[in-house]
């Protein structure tokens, strides 16, 4: 089972990034999938994950309204586009395993779980 993360790079705030994961050994549809990002000093943190049953997101608060998971079944990937890019985006991104759940308050949570792959640097400045 392999995740190959792909897409980072320098962009100037306000700028897009899109972001690839394929995967090999393990079909999309059937296992969620998640973004998660360490930036220098900080915590490692779970950006966004996509649902392997109906496809339903998770995201961050940081990042609720700027940036938006998909998965591509015929490819095997999953995507993460960034819009409206901040500094704080700064951080190596990689595409993980992920554990789904419904909260008591009906929203959802994630958590990596056991694959993860090589990440990828997106650096927002100007």
């Known amino acids: 089972v392999q995740l190959q993360a792909s897409g980072g790079g320098l962009v100037q705030p306000g700028g897009s990034l899109r972001l690839s994961c394929a995967a090999s050994?393990?079909?999309?549809?059937?296992?969620?999938i998640g973004w998660f990002r360490q930036a220098p000093g900080k915590e490692r943190e779970g950006v966004s994950c996509?649902?392997?049953?109906?496809?339903?997101?998770y995201y961050a608060d940081s990042v609720k309204g700027r940036f938006t998971i998909s998965r591509h079944n015929a490819k095997n990937t999953v995507y993460l586009q960034m819009n409206s890019l901040k500094p704080e985006d700064t951080a190596v991104y990689y595409c993980?395993?992920?554990?789904?759940?419904?909260?008591?308050?009906?929203?959802?949570?994630?958590?990596?779980?056991?694959?993860r792959g090589q990440g990828t640097q997106v650096t927002v400045s100007s």
């Open positions: 993980a395993t992920a554990r789904m759940f419904i909260e008591p308050d009906y929203s959802l949570s994630c958590y990596e779980n056991d694959v």
């Open positions: 050994g393990l079909t999309s549809d059937v296992t969620p």
């Open positions: 996509i649902s392997s049953t109906d496809g339903s997101p």
